[in-house]
């Protein structure tokens, strides 16, 4: 890729600076460090926050609805636009996928799209929770993606 991002230790640093840290903050923070061409973009209404950035071939979502413990921090990156080629097969490699290589986030559907998901609650969610998510979900969808479109994509 051809960003510039920041090492992880250096994100890690500025989100300890953070104080006090809101996850809205830590997250603005995660995404300026990740985002590529300026693409990093939010909407804030009374349903939270939803960011919207750029990462290798995919776009990337944060929503995160609050912060109360009851809230949630969703990340996601759509990889497949259904209908797909062959779904049964495109299932079973998504399935086993979601058990040997998406570590804490998974493939699932979403309005009619393949999408790597990571939902959890606000509830004691930390800076480097935060990190590790959208690391995560960006990376894992930007590594699948296009060879997912090639394989089974445009039925």
Do not use: C
């Not at 926050?49 to 109360?68: D, H, N």
């Not at 399935?95 to 979403?110: G, K, Q, V």
């Amino acid at each position: 890729m051809t960003a510039e991002t920041q090492s992880p230790e250096t994100v890690e640093t500025t989100l300890q600076n953070l104080i006090p840290q809101s996850h809205q903050s830590v997250i603005e923070t995660v995404i300026g460090s990740m985002a590529q061409n300026e693409s990093a973009m939010v909407h804030e209404n009374e349903e939270g926050y939803l960011w919207k950035f750029q990462y290798g071939s995919v776009e990337v979502f944060v929503q995160l609805t609050g912060e109360t413990d009851e809230d949630l921090f969703t990340v996601w990156a759509s990889v497949l636009t259904l209908p797909a080629r062959n779904e049964s097969e495109l299932t079973r490699k998504l399935l086993t996928m979601n058990w040997s290589d998406t570590l804490e986030t998974r493939f699932a559907i979403m309005n009619d799209a393949v999408v790597v998901v990571l939902q959890r609650a606000v509830a004691d969610l930390s800076a480097g929770e935060i990190s590790r998510a959208i690391t995560l979900v960006a990376t894992i969808a930007d590594d699948n993606d296009e060879i997912l479109q090639e394989t089974f994509g445009n039925a």
